[in-house]
């Protein structure tokens, strides 16, 4: 079964840090992959997605994500940190075939003033 | 805003009574997916209907029960609740007709159920 793992359930940057999130998927096709980011008492909010058209993938709020297939991973990364980036962040792949998603455990993003 | 909205917010309940969730998605979407979130089973996927038929089944139990209208709102049931059940209920929507596979899910804002 497709599946992710989020290395990482607790991650605490200073503001102004970088901010990395790791993900590595599980496929043995090209995966289809989401980062969701969700903020205390609120629903999941789509960051960004990859669809194979590049593998660098821009996103909201100034992240982005780079799909390695060679390392099958697909990490979140943003190069200044801020209070508001503190939340919970979700990877999830879609398996080859219209099929739900499926998530990661999460990583909770602390940022330290 | 995500479109998609979900009643009650908040449901406390006692162990073995019965709950009903609703969903009504954004507009256009015929795909609803239901997901439970609890701090240790993370984010479990649950059920997903479209247009109104069962499209896939993920780690939902036999106590709990869904379906969606010809409205394409969508209630999910749990009974005989146990203290386990207690969660966050999400429930998402995609784009029209199940979309592309690269389309997202668009999340409400959920309903937490506490089990008491």
Redesign the interface.
């Known amino acids: 079964a497709q599946s992710v793992t989020q290395l990482g359930s607790h991650v605490s940057v200073s503001e102004g840090a970088l901010v990395l999130l790791r993900c590595n998927y599980s496929s043995s096709v090209p995966p289809y992959l989401f980062w969701y980011v969700q903020y205390p008492n609120q629903g999941l909010q789509l960051l960004l997605k990859y669809t194979s058209a590049a593998t660098l993938v821009k996103g909201i709020n100034g992240f982005e994500a780079e799909f390695k297939k060679s390392e099958t991973s697909f990490h979140l990364t943003k190069p200044s940190a801020h209070m508001s980036d503190a939340a919970e962040y979700f990877c999830a792949v879609r398996p080859a075939g219209n099929t739900p998603l499926v998530f990661g455990k999460g990583t909770r993003l602390s940022v330290i003033a | 805003d ?1 479109g ?1 909205t979900q009643t009650p917010k908040h449901l406390i309940t006692a162990t073995g009574q019965r709950v009903t969730l609703r969903c009504s998605p954004r507009s256009g979407d015929l795909s609803v ?1 239901w ?1 439970q979130q609890s701090l240790d089973q ?2 479990q ?1 649950l059920i ?1 209907y479209y247009n109104g038929e069962e499209r ?1 089944k ?1 780690n939902i139990l036999e106590r709990f029960s869904a379906q969606q209208f010809p409205d394409l709102h969508s209630e999910l049931n749990l009974s005989s609740l146990e203290l386990g059940d207690s969660a966050l209920y ?1 429930c ?1 929507s995609s784009v029209p007709g ?1 979309g592309p ?2 389309s ?7 309903t937490r159920l506490t089990v008491t």
């Open positions: 995500s998609v997916y997901y993370g984010l996927f997903q896939a993920g999400f998402a199940g596979l690269d997202p899910l668009h999340f409400g804002n959920g």
